[in-house]
C-alpha cells in the first residue's frame, strides 16, 4: 500500500518530531510516499527544488497513492491543498488533530463528509487510530 503523509512545512514546523513518529507507524502498514515531511532538515535539503518542482513530484506522489493521512494540528495551506485534491481524486483521507490547541480544526476539514477526522490527545493512541483506519482502505 502506497500511503501519502501530509504536514505543515512552511506553515509551521513545531510537530515535525511527532511527523516523524506517525511516518514510523505508517511504514508498518505501506510504503510512505513522503518521509521527507518528518525530517528536521527538511528546509535545508529540499532548497535545491523550485517550488513547480515540489509541487509536481507532491502531486505525482498523491495521484499515486492508495491512502492518505494528514496530521492537521498545525494549520498548513499546503496539507490543506493536499486533502482537497485527495478529496477530488476519491482518495481515503485520515486527518489526525490534537484538540485544546491555540487553533480550532478548520470547518472545512470537519465539516467534510468526504475527510475521516480523528481527533486525539495522546500520541499513544495514534497506532490503533491509523492501524484501524488502514484496514479499512484495504
Ligand atoms: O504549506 P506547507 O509548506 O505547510 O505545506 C506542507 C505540505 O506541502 C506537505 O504535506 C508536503 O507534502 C507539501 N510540501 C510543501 N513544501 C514541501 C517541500 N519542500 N518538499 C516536499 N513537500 C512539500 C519545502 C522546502 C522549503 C521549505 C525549502
Known amino acids: 500500500m502506497d500511503i501519502y503523509f501530509a504536514g505543515s512545512i512552511r506553515g509551521g ?5 511527532l511527523y516523524a513518529r506517525i511516518i514510523d507507524l505508517l511504514n508498518g502498514h505501506g510504503e510512505v510516499l513522503t518521509e521527507h515531511v518528518g525530517q528536521q532538515d527538511l ?3 529540499e532548497a535545491a527544488l523550485s517550488d513547480r518542482e515540489i509541487h509536481d513530484q507532491d502531486l505525482a506522489w498523491l495521484r499515486r497513492a492508495d491512502a492518505v493521512v494528514a496530521e492537521v494540528t498545525v494549520p498548513s495551506l499546503g496539507v490543506g491543498y493536499e486533502l482537497g485534491r485527495a478529496v477530488a481524486w476519491e482518495k481515503p483521507a485520515l486527518c489526525l488533530y490534537r484538540p485544546g490547541g491555540e487553533r480550532d480544526l478548520s470547518a472545512m476539514v470537519r465539516g467534510s463528509d468526504e475527510l475521516t477526522v480523528a481527533e486525539y490527545d495522546d500520541p499513544a493512541s495514534l497506532d490503533a487510530i491509523v492501524t484501524s483506519f488502514l484496514e479499512e482502505c484495504r
Open 13 to 17: 514546523r513545531s510537530d515535525v518530531d
Open 43 to 45: 528546509e535545508t535539503q
